[in-house]
Structure formats: C-alpha cells, structure tokens
C-alpha cells in the first residue's frame, strides 16, 4: 500500500519569489511519482511525473520535481512563480505493478500574490 | 487537449433522489476511473474500471454504483442521495500499464439537501 502527505496546506507567496512544495511518501513497493495542478473550477491535469532515470524532472512551465529515494520524497520547486500559478497542487504516487491507481495527497494551496 | 466530460457540472438535489453522473471520454482509453473529493482533501478514488465489464471498487467505501457498458462511457449512479453524499465527484481515464497520465473532466459538485 502506498501514502502520500503533502506537508503544507497553503503556501502564500509574493509573485517572482521561489516556492517549494513539499511532497513524502511511503510504499512498500517501487513507485512512479506525479504531480498535478488544479485551477478553480477545472480537474486536475498533470505537471510533471518520474517514472524512471533521471530524479530530476522538469515542467513545460518552469516547475521541476526531484525525486530523492532515501528521504521518499519528490518535492516540487520553481525559482520565480507568476500570479497565474495560483492554484492547487496534488502529489500522487502510483505503485508499480498495481495497474496504475493513483493515491493522492491532500493538497497544497499555492496562493501568489502581486 | 484531453477530451474528456462530465455532466452535469453542479446539481442541487433533495435527500431520497435517485442520481446519475455522467462521465464520456472520446479518447478510446480502456481505463476509466471516478474519485471523491472534499474541500481541502485529497482525492479518494470509490470505482474504476479496466475495459467494458469490468468494475472494481476503490479505497474509499462508496454507496453509488457504476457500469461500464461502452468503453466511453461511465456512470455514476446513487439510488438515494443524502446529504454525506454532497462533494465534488472527478472522473478520469488513461491508458497503459503503469505510469501513465490521467487525464480529468472538470468535475460535478453535488450538493444533497
């Protein structure tokens, strides 16, 4: 079985000032690793994933993700965030092998402000 | 650009109603799936499915019930809506064996009088 805990709620931060959002799991099995992104009012739709090879995943829009096996992390950053950022941010790991369900975190609200 | 869609969008209804949600993707995605979600939670999957036939529930106990008779096509039905049913209910699909993306709908929230 896997988990995921997002360690903060809300993140509130000044436009062009970096972010991180912090993501842990745990899994008795090896993972594929997601993030997604929800605008208000919309679904979810991906940002980014690892699924194999380098840690170091990147976004088309800035955002990149590492994936750090040891501390069963895969933490989201990005050096300088835009008003349209604003949203909420969704960690989820998939165990391999398991038929791609999805397990979710419980969110972080990124909120941008000028 | 993903295609697919859910309806409705919001529905406001009385306890005991009888309701369905729809959910089409024109991808040709065998996976098909519908999560939960509360404000400021995470999402809890309750069914999904892996071609047409096939249903299976997900980690979070669900009352609804679902079917799968056309691979693009998957409803979500409650016999009696009461008001611990009101949330915001997400379908998605994919395809692949592991690792692949899914893709949402813009969700229905329900709310049960």
């Known amino acids: 079985a896997q988990s995921v805990t997002q360690l903060d709620s809300q993140v509130p931060v000044f436009e062009e000032a970096p972010v991180e959002l912090r993501c842990n799991y745990s899994s008795s099995v090896s993972v594929y690793l997601f993030w997604y992104v929800q605008y208000p009012n919309q679904g979810l739709q991906l940002l980014l994933k690892y699924l194999s090879g380098s840690t170091l995943v990147e976004s088309i829009n800035g955002f990149e993700a590492e994936f750090n096996k040891s501390q069963t992390s895969f933490h989201l950053r990005k050096p300088s965030v835009h008003i349209s950022d604003t949203a909420e941010y969704f960690c989820a790991v998939s165990g391999r092998g398991q038929g791609g369900k999805l397990i979710f975190g419980q969110g972080t609200e990124l909120s941008v402000k000028p | 650009e993903a295609d697919i869609y859910q309806t409705p969008r919001y529905l406001v209804i009385g306890t005991g109603k009888k309701i369905t949600l729809e959910c089409s993707q024109t991808?040709?995605?065998?996976?098909m799936y519908w999560y939960q979600q509360d404000p400021g939670m995470e999402l809890h999957l309750i069914h999904y499915s892996y071609g047409v036939n096939s249903t299976e529930k997900g980690d979070l106990s669900s009352e609804s019930t679902v079917s799968r008779i056309r691979t693009e096509h998957f409803p979500l039905t409650l016999e009696s809506a009461r008001p611990s049913h009101t949330s915001q209910y997400l379908c998605?699909?994919?395809?692949?064996?592991?690792?692949?993306?899914?893709?949402f709908g813009p969700g229905t929230r329900l709310l049960v009088l």
């Open positions: 991808m040709g995605h065998d996976k």
């Open positions: 998605a699909s994919s395809e692949g064996s592991g690792g692949e993306t899914q893709y």
